[in-house]
């Protein structure tokens, strides 16, 4: 982790060298990162745009072999093991997430600039927390939008994220919240791109239901 720190911690400070504001230095770290992290972020809503044409199998195999379940289950599974689905993978980025988010924190510890921001005026200091409380929720709101990539959406999705978003940001660096909102953004974004048909198609090669179906026995 500490190789993770002095790398943001080097790139806080030469991007804060040069806009001579915190907050945008602190948005172009994030884009640095979801940078480095596209790889991983394709691969995902790969597996969640091919998981979502699978369950679609599942309606269609369900009315087929009515209650037959076990066969329902072994072609599920076939399919799934054809198309190399993984489910755990939306869980492994947020793991990878984590020790980013903690990472971030200890390079602002380490920073010794004390540089403010023409964006958020208030906050006087790269150190220092969000005294009216802006930064946070919008954070929080923003975090919110993963809701909306869901297939099944409800209203923990939106309140949760935006509940520990809250909890852990109140009082923290307002650097944290400005990240936190920066890369919730930058993710959303990633989901529209990725969401597009030409580029599910061609890019992230997302097997169609249509594909899936031919693969029944």
């Known amino acids: ?10 790139l806080l400070t030469k991007f804060i060298g ?9 948005i ?27 369950n679609q ?18 072609e599920l599974l076939r399919i799934a093991s054809k198309y190399k689905v993984n489910t755990f993978l939306s869980a492994l980025l947020l793991v990878v997430q984590a020790p980013i988010l903690f990472s971030m924190y200890a390079s602002i510890i380490n920073l010794s600039t004390s540089v403010g921001s023409m964006m958020v005026p208030w906050v006087l200091s790269v150190h220092a927390p969000d005294s009216f409380h802006v930064l946070p929720i919008l954070a929080g709101v923003f975090q919110a939008l993963g809701g909306f990539t869901a297939e099944v959406k409800s209203f923990l999705m939106f309140f949760v994220p935006v509940a520990i978003g809250l909890v852990f940001l109140w009082k923290a660096p307002a650097v944290l919240s400005v990240y936190w909102m920066t890369n919730s953004a930058l993710r959303f974004l990633e989901y529209k791109i990725f969401s597009l048909k030409a580029v599910r198609n061609r890019f992230l090669k997302v097997p169609t239901t249509e594909e899936m179906m031919r693969s029944i026995s």
């Open 28 to 54: 172009l770290v994030t884009l640095v990162i979801r940078l480095c992290l596209l790889p991983l972020s394709a691969k995902q809503h790969k597996d969640q745009f091919t998981s979502s044409n699978l």
């Open 18 to 26: 040069l806009t001579g504001d915190w907050f945008i230095a602190v």
């Open 57 to 74: 199998v599942k309606s269609f195999l369900t009315m087929k072999f009515k209650n037959q379940t076990e066969k329902i289950d072994k």
């Open 1 to 10: 982790m500490s190789i993770f720190s002095s790398s943001f911690t080097i």
